[in-house]
């Protein structure tokens, strides 16, 4: 059964850091796009970094270039976001996703499996 679990998230100061992990099982992750998107309250679903599948690619939102860093480990079928210099903007929750195909998206609804999302919290 293909699933994605997060974890990861949590409270954090201002200018703090936090290392978020999507580990995936029911299939490997270098065969598939993994995005990750977040969504605040009030707001509606963005995306936030993505890794292609094969080469590794990386695209991130202007919001957080420079800030955050999409890894993966394929030996642990997991995708990483690093994320430094955390502002209370950055504050919500964090999904990862698949998505069939080479090539990144920004679009939510090009990606077919979630994990259930982690929460990030930045505040003094």
């Known amino acids: 059964q293909l699933q994605l679990v997060e974890s990861g998230g949590g409270l954090v100061q201002p200018g703090g850091s936090l290392r978020l992990s999507c580990a995936a099982s029911?299939?490997?992750?270098?065969?598939?796009?993994i995005g990750w998107f977040r969504q605040a309250p009030g707001k509606e679903r963005e995306g936030v970094s993505c890794?292609?599948?094969?080469?590794?690619?990386?695209v991130y939102d202007d919001s957080v270039k420079g800030r955050f860093t999409i890894s993966r480990d394929n030996a642990k079928n997991t995708v990483y976001l690093q994320m430094n210099s955390l502002k209370p903007e950055d504050t919500a929750i964090y999904y990862c996703?698949?998505?069939?195909?080479?090539?990144?998206?920004?679009?939510?609804?090009?990606?077919?499996?979630w994990g259930q999302g982690t929460q990030v919290t930045v505040s003094s």
């Open positions: 890794i292609s599948s094969r080469s590794g690619s990386t």
């Open positions: 996703a698949m998505k069939r195909g080479y090539y990144c998206s920004r679009e939510s609804t090009d990606f077919t499996s």
């Open positions: 029911g299939f490997t992750l270098d065969y598939y796009v």
